[in-house]
């Protein structure tokens, strides 16, 4: 009995002993622990700020020796790469674009329309549509301008016309109370007309238009926009128009075609007894280019079967009354007031402008008949023009960057 007793008291003395020494040994690593982690952050708090303000240089100077804090030396293969401090002791490898961007030379983007941008920042120039840059330049004599949207649905014969907004009407009082009327020519009866945005000049329309038109007519029609503005007695003041031909190039696609024009003020002079066309004259000095625009004609005295008529302008080249080179617009069926909106460029060099004229023709023709001239307009320097035909020849070579618009009436057709 006094063995068993024995050995029992020897198990707890000894189980007492070994609990003993592990919490000395836990209170030991608890100080020696503490006393390490004290002295590790005491010296990372005083090269703090050092490496704070060498951050930049250490991500473009090469090291050459291991960075602070990093219990191992950078190998010779790695030493270009660039290091970045996680936390205290700890560095990694910053990671690389896969796909970098080649080095510009200091001056590349000091051609970019908006100039130098800073790095990392948006530059709005380059995210300009086309809708943006028709709010950019406006001529001194603009009566106001126009954006619209056209979509022609082919299996369903629809023509969708989008009407978005105007911008610098100018009304004859103020406010302007706008209003847009759409015609689609030569129909002049039956139109349809937008809602009237009140007390601004830069309405926004956002209305959508429906036109039932059959393809085999829709090209030869035209799109005019009338605006208005509505004065207090619910009187309409028409501020100008848009006409825009339905050609074929701006009915491509399957999605709306967003454009915009210049509105033009409305022509009060009595169409002269042959009829008047309206184009305009461009040349350019370096490209050596004649520019023709052919716009459109009023007021054509055409045969009594008017359906089965088609209407073309022919543009002639002259020098010294010479044929150099002839040019056709498309033929519109069936109009006296026919729009056409059509450019043609000859080559002529400036030595060449002395003695070159333009003559353009007005005919009409029948699937029976040879082609029958309505009227011609001849316009160049004074030994081929005289009145308003000299004036538009000469102001075209004082403005050599502009296009000149002008009406002209159409003088009694003479076989050429």
């Known amino acids: 009995?006094?063995?068993?007793?024995?050995?029992?008291?020897?198990?707890?003395?000894?189980?007492?002993?070994?609990?003993?020494?592990?919490?000395?040994?836990?209170?030991?690593?608890?100080?020696?622990?503490?006393?390490?982690?004290?002295?590790?952050?005491?010296?990372?708090?005083?090269?703090?700020?050092?490496?704070?303000?060498?951050?930049?240089?250490?991500?473009?100077?090469?090291?050459?020796?291991?960075?602070?804090?990093?219990?191992?030396?950078?190998?010779?293969?790695?030493?270009?790469?660039?290091?970045?401090?996680?936390?205290?002791?700890?560095?990694?490898?910053?990671?690389?674009?896969?796909?970098?961007?080649?080095?510009?030379?200091?001056?590349?983007?000091?051609?970019?329309?908006?100039?130098?941008?800073?790095?990392?920042?948006?530059?709005?120039?380059?995210?300009?549509?086309?809708?943006?840059?028709?709010?950019?330049?406006?001529?001194?004599?603009?009566?106001?301008?126009?954006w619209f949207s056209v979509e022609y649905q082919q299996e369903a014969e629809r023509l969708l016309v989008g009407l978005v907004k105007a911008q610098r009407l100018q009304a004859p009082s103020e406010p302007c109370n706008a209003l847009v009327k759409l015609h689609l020519l030569p129909d002049e009866r039956r139109f349809l007309q937008s809602k009237t945005k009140c007390k601004t000049s830069n309405p926004q329309f956002h209305e959508h238009f429906i036109f039932q038109v059959s393809s085999k007519n829709v090209t030869q029609r035209v799109l005019r926009f009338s605006v208005f503005h509505v004065d207090r007695q619910r009187k309409h003041q028409l501020l100008g128009h848009v006409l825009f031909p339905l050609k074929k190039e701006s009915l491509a696609g399957n999605s709306p075609h967003l454009l915009w024009r210049d509105l033009e003020a409305e022509n009060l002079e009595p169409p002269?007894?042959?009829?008047?066309?309206?184009?305009?004259?461009?040349?350019?000095?370096?490209?050596?280019?004649?520019?023709?625009?052919?716009?459109?004609?009023?007021?054509?005295?055409?045969?009594?079967?008017?359906?089965?008529?088609?209407?073309?302008?022919?543009?002639?080249?002259?020098?010294?009354?010479?044929?150099?080179?002839?040019?056709?617009?498309?033929?519109?069926?069936?109009?006296?007031?026919?729009?056409?909106?059509?450019?043609?460029?000859?080559?002529?060099?400036r030595i060449e402008l002395d003695t070159a004229s333009l003559s353009l023709i007005v005919l009409q023709g029948t699937e029976r008949e040879k082609s029958h001239q309505l009227g011609r307009v001849v316009v160049g320097p004074y030994m081929y023009a005289r009145g308003r035909e000299l004036e538009h020849w000469n102001e075209m070579l004082s403005k050599p960057k502009e296009l000149v618009r002008r009406w002209h009436a159409l003088c009694q057709a003479t076989e050429p």
């Open 272 to 349: 002269s007894e042959f009829g008047d066309l309206q184009f305009c004259l461009g040349y350019s000095d370096s490209l050596s280019r004649l520019t023709v625009v052919v716009l459109r004609a009023r007021g054509l005295q055409l045969q009594e079967d008017q359906s089965s008529l088609s209407v073309f302008v022919k543009v002639s080249l002259m020098n010294h009354n010479q044929f150099v080179k002839c040019k056709k617009t498309t033929a519109v069926l069936g109009s006296a007031n026919p729009v056409y909106s059509e450019t043609f460029s000859f080559k002529v060099d």
């Open 1 to 146: 009995m006094e063995e068993l007793v024995a050995l029992v008291l020897s198990a707890t003395a000894g189980g007492l002993l070994l609990l003993l020494l592990v919490g000395v040994s836990c209170y030991l690593w608890k100080i020696l622990g503490g006393t390490f982690v004290y002295e590790e952050l005491q010296g990372t708090t005083a090269t703090s700020s050092m490496q704070g303000d060498m951050l930049c240089l250490q991500s473009t100077k090469t090291q050459t020796s291991r960075p602070p804090g990093v219990p191992f030396v950078v190998p010779p293969s790695l030493q270009r790469q660039d290091w970045v401090p996680l936390h205290s002791g700890v560095w990694r490898h910053s990671p690389q674009d896969p796909y970098p961007a080649p080095e510009s030379p200091p001056d590349a983007f000091s051609s970019n329309v908006g100039g130098a941008c800073a790095l990392g920042a948006i530059n709005p120039e380059l995210y300009k549509s086309l809708e943006d840059q028709g709010e950019m330049d406006f001529p001194e004599d603009c009566l106001g301008r126009l």
